[in-house]
């Protein structure tokens, strides 16, 4: 157990709907960041947030936001979905900003869009 | 742009019969490289962090080196059990999230 918590664990959705997917990080982490896993693209960096701030973007979609809240958890809400939206979403966390640091893995939420 | 190349794709090894995967990696100022292990529908669990050229780290069969273009993961006397796939990424000067590799899936039979 990593200690980071992702909810929910599955969901299938309508094309067109808005998911909110959400994460608490591990206790004193400050960093929050979004990977998506598809079965072709391998794992990909979607955002990062550091103490309730945005630090990077990766390749995020305009249709997907994310916010950390002042308790350090994070939403990754995902609008306007098309099936190849379906994928495994993958919260991590880690105490520092940098990327030096290792990163440590929820189980992830598995989206699909039907 | 960093760059992470991870061979092979997929490996299928007897029980017993030991072998490297291997990370081959482009960036700009290493910061680390992050080894992770990987089971279906799960997420990535970390293995190990090597910082500069040279280091070494090692757990139970694993062990991992790094050069300053690639890193291996050894697999020593590999057990069904360690069938997974193994993930490397890095961290760079260029960014602040890890950048992975596409993974070496591996298959241990009995």
């Known amino acids: 157990d990593s200690g980071v918590t992702q909810t929910p664990k599955h969901l299938i959705t309508a094309t067109g709907q808005r998911v909110t997917l959400r994460c608490s990080p591990r206790?004193?982490?400050?960093?929050v960041y979004w990977y998506q896993q598809s079965l072709d693209q391998g794992l990909q960096f979607l955002i990062q947030?550091?103490?309730?701030?945005?630090?990077a973007k990766g390749n995020i979609l305009e249709r997907f936001s994310a916010q950390q809240f002042p308790d350090l958890h994070s939403e990754l809400n995902l609008s306007s979905l098309e099936l190849g939206d379906s994928a495994l979403y993958f919260c991590?966390?880690?105490?520092?900003?940098?990327?030096?640091?290792?990163?440590?893995f929820g189980e992830g939420s598995w989206l699909t869009v039907v | 742009e960093d760059q992470v190349t991870q061979s092979p794709e997929a490996l299928r090894l007897q029980e017993g019969e030991s072998s490297s995967l291997n990370c081959s990696y482009t960036?700009?100022?290493?910061?680390?490289l992050f080894w992770y292990r990987q089971d279906p529908g799960k997420g990535p669990e970390f293995l190990f962090t090597?910082?500069?050229a040279g280091e070494e780290k090692e757990k139970e069969r694993l062990k991992a080196t790094l050069t300053k273009k690639e890193s291996f993961l050894h697999i020593t006397a590999p057990k069904p059990e360690d069938s997974a796939t193994y993930l490397c990424?890095?961290?760079?000067?260029?960014?602040?999230?890890?950048?992975f590799g596409k993974g070496t899936s591996l298959l241990v039979t009995p």
């Open positions: 947030y550091y103490n309730g701030e945005e630090r």
């Open positions: 991590a966390s880690s105490g520092y900003e940098s990327s030096g640091n290792t990163i440590y």
């Open positions: 206790s004193g982490d400050l960093s």
């Open positions: 990424a890095v961290g760079s000067n260029s960014g602040y999230a890890l950048n």
């Open positions: 090597l910082y500069s």
């Open positions: 960036v700009s100022g290493l910061r680390g």
